[in-house]
Each structure stands twice: as structure tokens, then as C-alpha cells.
């Protein structure tokens, strides 16, 4: 396999070679929303110069339209290992996972139990609890504080044969954690339950394998991983089709159209599918024989863990050096496969959003607070204190970047000593 190509990675994305108050900025706000290549940018601008429609049209921009959505479906179930009619499009993952919540909410029973676990974004827990309004009980899958790990004992003993649901995160958006979402599945479905899996914050960083996790649903969000500002879902085709969402009654009520409510983000679909040829081109370039696009896909997300497995291990030992530095979650590298290169830390004497706005002023981008994984921080007892700092790379960020993270905290350290 060819090497890592940086250079040509960083190359795509034009945000990366911008001057910001006279610095290049340092992007380590990934978990919050990536940057997009020059090609994502110019799918969405010729989309909409040369093919702005509403869809089902008998005319030729309405049929570019339909032709495009296709597109963007049969690429993203290439991007999950899935069939194109399994994929469903909506505004973001929030917004997909209510209204899944909703419709499996149709049929749930008093007394019937939902999973749900600390660790997790608010955007799985939330959907899940509104679903008490039908009588569900929501059970809470506790963490070890120590590494920020789920505790997979505790999530035997919560799932039940009353269990309908579990919703999981693949990996942590605050700490960076990736679950074993596969062992997980055969858990809940040997009592009978469905799964969620939640897996923006792991799109970026690794292969997503739907068959092979056997998920009956997850969500991801393109923004995560390079792309624009959609939602989307997976879900296995006998579910979709069984379980009524809430829909308007002339919309199609065939799968996945049903799923679907209003009009989607043409341009946004537009520019997912341009996301997913950069992925597929920089598989090509690791692995020239992949025989399709899938493979392609998957050398590339491969590559790009092994890549970011080796940011993983200079960052976290750089910040094991600073002064007054605590780091929440997996430090020790020998597991580093059950982590993406997303940090959460606090430093002694400082509020995370003064470290954020520190290293904002030098051109070092990071955020502060709770990331929405609000259990997390309650259960950390950082919540109370300003959070967490939350240091996430991707894989266009560099050695040389981190570097220059750790420079900027000693010099925020002295400045306080
Ligand atoms: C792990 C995780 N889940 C869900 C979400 C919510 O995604 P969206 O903004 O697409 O609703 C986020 C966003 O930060 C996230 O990091």
C-alpha cells in the first residue's frame, strides 16, 4: 500500500492554507465540524448553477436532481456497506434521531425499557428519554471514571427482556472512546432489543461496516467527515419498512422516501457525494487494485486510523508532560485502538474556555465546555468547573500542528506561574 500522502490531503482543503490574524490556522475543532475539500465546495456551487430544482420534476433540472440524490445515496451506502434504499437523508443527525425516536415511540409499550449510556451526546439521549411521554423507562449505562470507558458489565445488567431499544455512541465527541458497538449489538439483540448507534463522532476516523456491526439503525452527519451540513441514517430495510414514521400524507410512502420529510438539502447532497469521491480518491492513491468504490472507502478510513493512531501517541504523551494538565480518557497507547485522536483535558487554575480563547488568539483552534455529552461531564464533576478542553484532530492535521499546541500551553503555563 502507498504511503500517507499529507501533502496532497491538505492540498484539497482550502481552509488549511488560509491566513487568520496572521497566523495559519491550526483546525483541532474536527469533532465539532471539519473542513471540506475545493471539491466539495465547487459540487455545491454547480449544483445549484446548473441543477437547482425541486425533485420528481418532468423536466431536465428536476431529473439532474433526482440523478443527484441517487447519487449521494448509492455513495453514502458504499461510505456504510449498505443498500442505496437503506439510506435515509435528513437536516442532521439530531433531527434524524428524533424523529426515529418518534416513530419506534409508536410502538412502545408502558413499562417497555430504553438503553441509554453516560457516555453519549445528548443528541442519543434526549430522542430516547421523550419517549417516558409513551411510557418508556430509560435506563443509564454508567462509564469507568478512570479511563472514560463504558462499563460493559453495567450494560449487561441494564439490558432485560424489557429492553426495546438500545441507543450507543460508537465513539465519545468529548473523550474520544470508541465503544465495542459489535459486542454491544449481540448483547441487546440476544434479550431482543433494536440498536442505535450513534456514529457521528466515528465517521472520520475509521470504516463504518453496518453488516458487520448488525446495527438496525445508525446516524451519521456529513460535517464530521469533510463534507457539508446533512444528516444522515441508516437503517435496515425490514425496519424501515415496517415502522411508520411521521410523514405528510401525499409524500411517498415507499423506503426510503418516506423517511424523508420536505425537501432535502440539494446542495448539501450534492457536495456529500463530492465528500465521498475524496475519500474514494485517496483510497485509490493508498490502494491502486481496490476493486471498487467500497474498498477504496475502506483503505482509505484504514489508512487514515493509522495515521491518526500515530497523532494519538504525540499528542497524548506531549500533554502527559505539561504542568497542572489532566487528561480524561485512554492514555495508555498499547489501546489506542479504542480511541479516536479526540482529547479532553483540564489544566489546574484555568477554565477551559480561557485555555480555548488563549489558543484561539494564536491560531489554535479548540473547544471548551460539555460537547452536549453532558453525562459525561456531570459523571467527570467537571461540569460545574467550565467543562473539559477538547483537543480533536482529523486527518489533514499534522505533527508539526500538535507541536505547536504543546509550545502554546507551556507558554500559557508560564504566563500563569
Ligand atoms: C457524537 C455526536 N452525536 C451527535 C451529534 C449531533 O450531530 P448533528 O449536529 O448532526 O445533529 C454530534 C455533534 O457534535 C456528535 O458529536
Given at each position: 500500500m502507498a504511503s500517507f500522502d499529507l501533502d496532497w490531503i491538505r492540498s484539497q482543503f482550502p481552509a488549511l492554507s488560509q491566513d487568520i490574524d496572521g497566523y495559519r490556522p491550526i483546525f483541532f475543532d474536527g469533532p465539532g465540524?471539519?473542513?471540506?475539500?475545493?471539491?466539495?465546495?465547487?459540487?455545491?456551487?454547480?449544483?445549484?448553477?446548473?441543477?437547482?430544482?425541486?425533485?420528481?420534476?418532468?423536466?431536465?433540472?428536476?431529473?439532474?436532481?433526482?440523478?443527484?440524490?441517487?447519487?449521494?445515496?448509492?455513495?453514502?451506502?458504499?461510505?456504510?456497506?449498505?443498500?442505496?434504499?437503506?439510506?435515509?437523508?435528513?437536516?442532521?443527525?439530531?433531527?434524524?434521531?428524533?424523529?426515529?425516536?418518534?416513530?419506534?415511540?409508536?410502538?412502545?409499550?408502558?413499562g417497555d425499557e430504553i438503553v441509554v449510556t453516560r457516555l453519549d451526546h445528548y443528541a442519543n439521549v434526549s430522542p430516547w428519554y421523550a419517549l417516558q411521554e409513551a411510557g418508556a423507562v430509560i435506563r443509564v449505562v454508567d462509564i469507568h471514571t478512570e479511563d472514560c470507558t463504558l462499563d460493559m458489565a453495567d450494560l449487561e445488567r441494564q439490558l432485560s427482556e424489557r429492553t426495546r431499544i438500545l441507543a450507543i455512541g460508537y465513539a465519545s465527541n468529548a473523550v474520544g472512546t470508541i465503544n465495542d458497538v459489535a459486542k454491544a449489538v449481540r448483547l441487546?439483540?440476544?434479550?431482543?432489543?433494536?440498536?442505535?448507534?450513534?456514529?457521528?463522532?466515528?465517521?472520520?476516523?475509521?470504516?463504518?461496516?453496518?453488516?458487520?456491526?448488525?446495527?438496525?439503525?445508525?446516524a451519521c452527519s456529513a460535517y464530521k467527515f469533510f463534507g457539508p451540513h446533512v444528516g444522515i441514517l441508516f437503517g435496515k430495510r425490514e425496519h424501515l419498512q415496517r415502522f411508520q414514521p411521521y410523514r405528510v400524507q401525499p409524500a411517498p410512502d415507499e423506503v426510503p422516501f418516506r423517511w424523508e420529510t420536505g425537501t432535502l438539502?440539494?446542495?448539501?447532497?450534492?457536495?456529500?457525494?463530492?465528500?465521498?469521491?475524496y475519500l474514494t480518491e485517496l483510497g485509490r492513491r493508498l490502494s491502486p487494485s481496490a476493486e471498487n468504490r467500497r474498498a477504496a472507502l475502506i483503505a482509505a478510513m484504514e489508512a487514515s486510523r493509522?495515521?491518526?493512531?500515530?497523532?494519538?501517541?504525540?499528542?497524548?504523551?506531549?500533554?502527559?508532560?505539561?504542568?497542572?494538565?489532566?487528561?480524561?480518557?485512554?492514555?495508555?497507547?498499547?489501546?489506542?485502538?479504542?480511541?479516536?485522536?479526540?482529547?479532553?483535558?483540564?489544566?489546574?487554575?484555568?477554565?477551559p474556555y480561557a485555555v480555548a480563547e488563549?489558543?484561539?488568539?494564536?491560531?489554535?483552534?479548540?473547544?471548551?465546555?460539555?460537547?452536549?455529552?453532558?453525562?459525561?461531564?456531570?459523571?467527570?464533576?467537571?461540569?460545574?468547573?467550565?467543562?473539559?478542553?477538547?483537543?480533536?484532530?482529523?486527518?489533514?492535521?499534522?505533527?508539526?500542528?500538535?507541536?505547536?499546541?504543546l509550545n502554546a500551553l507551556e507558554d500559557i503555563n508560564a504566563a500563569v506561574a
Open positions: 465540524g471539519t473542513q471540506v475539500p475545493q471539491s466539495v465546495i465547487d459540487a455545491m456551487s454547480r449544483y445549484l448553477a446548473t441543477s437547482n430544482a425541486n425533485a420528481h420534476g418532468a423536466f431536465a433540472t428536476s431529473r439532474r436532481t433526482d440523478e443527484m440524490i441517487g447519487s449521494a445515496r448509492s455513495a453514502v451506502a458504499d461510505f456504510l456497506g449498505c443498500d442505496d434504499d437503506e439510506v435515509i437523508f435528513g437536516a442532521n443527525m439530531t433531527t434524524l434521531a428524533f424523529a426515529l425516536s418518534r416513530a419506534l415511540g409508536r410502538s412502545l409499550k408502558p441487546a439483540h440476544a434479550v431482543g432489543a433494536l440498536v442505535f448507534v450513534d456514529a457521528v463522532h466515528y465517521a472520520p476516523h475509521g470504516p463504518i461496516d453496518v453488516r458487520a456491526l448488525d446495527c438496525d439503525f445508525l438539502n440539494h446542495e448539501g447532497l450534492a457536495g456529500l457525494t463530492a465528500t465521498i469521491d493509522q495515521y491518526e493512531r500515530g497523532l494519538s501517541e504525540r499528542l497524548i504523551q506531549g500533554l502527559l508532560q505539561i504542568r497542572g494538565l489532566r487528561l480524561y480518557g485512554i492514555s495508555d497507547p498499547a489501546r489506542f485502538d479504542w480511541r479516536t485522536p479526540t482529547v479532553g483535558v483540564t489544566l489546574a487554575g484555568r477554565t488563549q489558543l484561539g488568539k494564536r491560531g489554535i483552534f479548540t473547544w471548551h465546555g460539555n460537547f452536549y455529552a453532558l453525562g459525561l461531564t456531570q459523571r467527570l464533576g467537571v461540569e460545574s468547573t467550565g467543562g473539559l478542553l477538547r483537543i480533536g484532530l482529523v486527518a489533514y492535521n499534522t505533527i508539526d500542528e500538535i507541536d505547536s499546541l
